[in-house]
């Protein structure tokens, strides 16, 4: 009888531990659900992160998005057009490319300093509150 009796204890004790392991690990996959699809109209950036009067470059996206006046949002290639470097910064009203020192407008993209002669293709994109996503 009393054999009998510790072996139900036991198997409650086992069952009570695996039911324990089992709540700690459901916990730890369910933030699966957070993961974004990764489509053409992913955020880029938020517009707090892109300086009035200045830009931010995206350099996994290769995509630099400017805000040449307040409230007002662009975006080109970061892909310089003299050689393919990814350009290095923006300031001064201009996209810096470091390799050859070309400068481009954050404003349109337009060539102001070369060795450069074609201007940063502009990528469109879409303004939705704060956030900045391809169109
Ligand atoms: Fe940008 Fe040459 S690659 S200036």
């Given amino acids: 009888m009393n054999a009998r009796r510790r072996?139900?204890?036991?198997?409650?004790?086992?069952?009570?531990a695996a039911l324990v392991t089992g709540c700690g690990s459901?916990?730890?996959?369910?933030s699966d659900e957070s993961s974004a699809p990764a489509s053409a109209?992913?955020?880029?950036?938020?517009?707090?992160?892109?300086?009035a009067g200045g830009g931010t470059i995206l350099e996994d996206r290769k995509i630099v998005v400017t805000q040449?006046?307040?409230?007002?949002?662009?975006?080109?290639?970061?892909?310089c057009?003299?050689?393919?470097?990814?350009?290095?910064?923006?300031?001064d009203g201009t996209i810096n490319?470091?390799?050859?020192?070309s400068r481009f407008s954050i404003k349109d993209g337009a060539v102001e300093?070369?060795?450069?002669?074609?201007?940063?293709?502009?990528?469109r994109i879409t303004?939705?509150?704060?956030?900045?996503?391809?169109?």
């Fill in 127 to 135: 303004v939705e509150g704060d956030s900045i996503r391809l169109a």
């Fill in 26 to 30: 459901s916990d730890g996959g369910g």
């Fill in 41 to 51: 109209d992913a955020e880029l950036t938020g517009t707090a992160d892109v300086p």
């Fill in 7 to 16: 072996t139900v204890m036991t198997a409650g004790a086992a069952g009570a």
């Fill in 113 to 123: 300093r070369g060795p450069a002669t074609r201007p940063l293709p502009a990528e």
């Fill in 68 to 79: 040449p006046t307040e409230g007002e949002f662009k975006a080109f290639s970061a892909v």
């Fill in 81 to 91: 057009t003299h050689a393919g470097c990814v350009v290095s910064s923006v300031g």
């Fill in 97 to 101: 490319c470091a390799c050859h020192g």
